[in-house]
Structures are given as structure tokens and as C-alpha cells.
């Protein structure tokens, strides 16, 4: 074997090959013509045989030369250098220290905290007086929405009767419910005036109601605002009537009889002042 160097420094046999086989190839690959070899029938062998467990190669055989591309249009650019530059400190030029100095006169400046102070202050103010106020106010309505409507009779808590309906055909047969004046809200709930509560055909909320005025001296029946009917000496009650003692007043399926307490001859004014 007679190694030799072409001139693009690749190594190659020159007893087997007439010219670089690598530069070959590369001519070959442009012009489309196959390289011609002074062998071409010989196989390339390996140039390398481990012999032992150790790992020695075999003797007198060089370590076989890898393909390394000819420099040309092939070849990549080399990577690109990065350096680095330290940068220089930046010197302060006088307009930057004017600057710096005016906004460290104004953070420092004793007259601009005293206005800050104040302004605070008062921003304070106002939000607490808004506050205090609007406090006054709910507490104001909270207080006039829990006082109870005073009676048109004031005696300390009691509504003086001034008349009665008594139970003869129902749940409440032999029994009588007071009556006051202004108005009177029957039904089955306990926030009515005249509660029925074991009714069942007397609707829940205003089936009817009694008004007495004290200034007539005159009872009223009139009707609710439920699906319930009411009827007044047998006949539907469809606007106010007026009623006098006696007067029969149905109720669903119960029957009751009004009974005037107060009128032209008995007044609570007379007892209570007016």
C-alpha cells in the first residue's frame, strides 16, 4: 500500500487508485460519469480487527480515513464568532442631575406632605361625614318602618271594640271576634284582623272586610281581594254596603252575624276623649 495526500488532503492508496477516489467521486457526482478505479472489482475490507478481549488492533494497518467533503459550494459557512463587550458605566450629565434633583427637592419638599396631610385629611372627613349620614338616614327609616300605626283610639296599647261578628254556622260555631274601627282584614292568616285560621273555605289574605267609620258612626262590608265570595244577607257582595246589627255575612262556607256596638247611641269618645 502506498498511502498518499491529494492536494484537498484526503489520503488514499495510490497502488489502487490513478487519482483521489473522494475528488473522483466529486467530479463524477457534477458530470454524471461513474469514477474509474484501477480495481473496480476489489471490495473495500475493513481496516480495522479486534483480535482479543483487550481491544489491539492487528498490526501494520492503518485506521481506515473517513469521507471528509472537499471545501467548495458543499460546505457550510462557519459558525459565527460571538464576542462579547463589557459596556461602560454611564456618567450622570447635568441635565439628568437636574432632574434627579428637583424630584428629590419635591419628595423632601416640607410644604407638598402638608398639603398631601391635608388633603388626606379631608378626603377622611368627608368620608366619615358621608357615612355618619348615611347611618342617620337608614336608622331613621329603620326606626319609622318598626313603629306601629297608632289606633284611631289610643288607650295605651288596646283597640276598643265597637262591634263583633259571631260564628253560627262553621269551625267557629258559639264564638265572636271582635271588631275596631278603621278597617277590619278577614281571612285565615294570623296577620289578619279577624284570623280564621281553622276556616279552610275562607281564603288566606282579605276574603273580606268590615270598616267602621268613626266620623259617620257607620259600618261597612266590603269586598276582598281573593277569589273568595262573600255574601251579605244572601246577596253577593261586589262593592261597600253598609251594615246594621243582625246582618247575616257568609263566608265561604261559615255563616257569621254582625253585631254594632258603637254608633249613635255609644261612642268611645265620650269615655276617651276626643
Same mark, same amino acid.
Given at each position: 500500500m502506498r498511502l498518499t495526500k491529494c492536494e484537498n488532503k484526503h489520503f488514499y492508496?495510490?497502488?489502487?487508485?490513478?487519482?483521489?477516489?473522494?475528488?473522483?467521486?466529486?467530479?463524477?457526482?457534477?458530470?454524471?460519469?461513474?469514477?474509474?478505479?484501477?480495481?473496480?472489482?476489489?471490495?473495500?475490507?475493513?481496516?480495522?480487527?479486534?483480535?482479543?478481549?483487550?481491544?489491539?488492533?492487528?498490526?501494520?494497518?492503518?485506521?481506515?480515513?473517513?469521507?471528509?467533503?472537499?471545501?467548495g459550494a458543499d460546505e457550510k459557512p462557519p459558525h459565527p464568532k460571538i464576542t462579547t463587550q463589557l459596556l461602560e458605566p454611564h456618567e450622570p450629565s447635568p441635565s439628568d442631575n437636574a432632574e434627579d434633583t428637583s424630584a428629590e427637592a419635591d419628595r423632601h419638599d416640607p410644604s407638598a406632605e402638608e398639603e398631601n396631610a391635608a388633603a388626606s385629611q379631608d378626603a377622611s372627613d368627608l368620608a366619615q361625614a358621608v357615612a355618619s349620614s348615611s347611618m342617620s338616614v337608614h336608622t331613621g327609616a329603620a326606626a319609622n318602618a318598626s313603629q306601629k300605626t297608632v289606633a284611631f283610639y289610643d288607650v295605651g296599647g288596646v283597640d276598643p271594640v265597637v262591634g263583633w261578628l259571631v260564628c253560627v254556622i262553621g269551625e267557629y260555631v258559639g264564638e265572636?271576634? %271582635?271588631? /275596631?274601627?278603621?278597617?277590619?282584614?278577614? =281571612?285565615? @292568616?294570623?296577620?289578619?284582623?279577624?284570623?280564621?285560621?281553622?276556616?279552610?273555605?275562607?281564603?288566606?289574605?282579605?276574603?273580606?272586610?268590615?270598616?267602621?267609620?268613626? %266620623?259617620? /258612626?257607620?259600618?261597612?262590608?266590603?269586598? =276582598?281581594? @281573593?277569589?273568595?265570595?262573600?255574601?251579605?244577607?244572601?246577596q253577593l257582595l261586589f262593592s261597600a254596603v253598609p251594615l246594621k246589627s243582625y246582618d247575616k255575612i257568609q263566608l265561604g262556607k261559615s255563616t257569621y252575624i254582625f253585631m254594632a256596638f258603637a254608633g249613635n247611641d255609644f261612642m268611645w269618645d265620650t269615655y276617651l276623649g276626643k
Open positions: 492508496d495510490a497502488d489502487k487508485y490513478d487519482e483521489c477516489p473522494h475528488c473522483a467521486r466529486k467530479k463524477a457526482a457534477k458530470s454524471g460519469t461513474p469514477a474509474q478505479t484501477k480495481n473496480t472489482s476489489q471490495k473495500t475490507v475493513a481496516l480495522i480487527q479486534d483480535t482479543t478481549m483487550t481491544g489491539t488492533r492487528e498490526e501494520n494497518k492503518p485506521y481506515p480515513q473517513p469521507d471528509l467533503p472537499a471545501p265572636c271576634f %271582635n271588631l /275596631k274601627a278603621g278597617q277590619n282584614f278577614i =281571612g285565615r @292568616s294570623l296577620s289578619m284582623d279577624v284570623a280564621l285560621i281553622n276556616e279552610k273555605s275562607v281564603s288566606r289574605e282579605f276574603h273580606a272586610g268590615i270598616i267602621f267609620d268613626p %266620623n259617620a /258612626k257607620q259600618f261597612f262590608a266590603v269586598p =276582598g281581594q @281573593s277569589n273568595g265570595l262573600t255574601y251579605i244577607n244572601g
